[in-house]
């Protein structure tokens, strides 16, 4: 595993041989967040974990713009990623807006698309991550002295032991105290624009395109089928047993079988 910081973003490559694939994080997220399916899809996959801007180590910025986000991301794979040639790109709620977005505004870098748990509409379950930031926002860190004791001010607003974990990944201390590594103030205020989808003109995406749901979830239903269909008209659903929004992290292995089946990794 190896990290760089090349251009304007962050990101760290899993495994050293096989198709190329990049994976895009969603809200609260980061590259590494899927560094345990990167490695289960060594040796046949070589791997890209992107920390999205204002997540991770990628820099803040002033706003949030989906086509800005896209061509970022695109710049960063031309720059070492995708120098030999186009590139799996694997996108998670809101990453999988931007991997959508990056496979309309730059074709030439995409060659299959799998797309988590979300469609490429305005809406969705923001209460619930509006509830999050707030959650977030709410801990005074100049109070906290270990990361057991935000752990504690946070499970006063979210009772979910998992969720908490993946939120206070965004913890990070800093000299004799505690930051955010998150923008959650810029996240909280363009909260909108991050459930909107943008106005693509009539671009449209000819690659494979696999669309994974978790059956708990209902950031994809059946009326946004004719939305994705027509943006991306080789579209085919996966609906995983068992999983919520959090596909990737609920059913791990379910969602690594329908990697390895849709990339082709028994043909190369």
Known sequence: M???????????????????????????????NFTQIAKALVPDFRSLLVDLPNHGRSPWTDRFDYAATADLVAAHL?????????????????????AMVLALRHPELVDRLVVADIAPVAGGSLGEFAHLLDSLAAIDLTTVARR?????????RVADARVRGFL?????????????????ELLRRELPAI?????????????PVLWVAGD?????RPEHGPAMRRLFPRTTLVTIKGAGHWVHSEQPEAFVAVLRTFLG????
């Open 2 to 32: 190896s990290s760089s910081a090349s251009g304007t973003l962050s990101s760290t490559t899993v495994g050293e041989a096989g198709a190329p694939v990049v994976f895009l994080h969603g809200l609260f997220g980061q590259g590494r």
């Open 78 to 98: 031309r720059e070492g990623f995708a120098t030999a040639g186009p590139v799996h790109v694997v996108g998670h709620s809101m990453g999988g807006k931007v």
């Open 148 to 156: 057991g004791e935000a752990d504690e001010l946070l499970a006063q």
């Open 168 to 184: 206070l990944q965004n913890l990070r201390a800093d000299g004799e105290g505690f930051r955010w590594q998150a923008n959650l």
């Open 195 to 207: 459930g909107d989808f943008p106005d693509v003109g009539d671009a449209v995406c000819d690659r």
């Open 216 to 220: 708990r979830s209902d950031y994809v």
């Open 265 to 268: 990794a028994d043909e190369r």
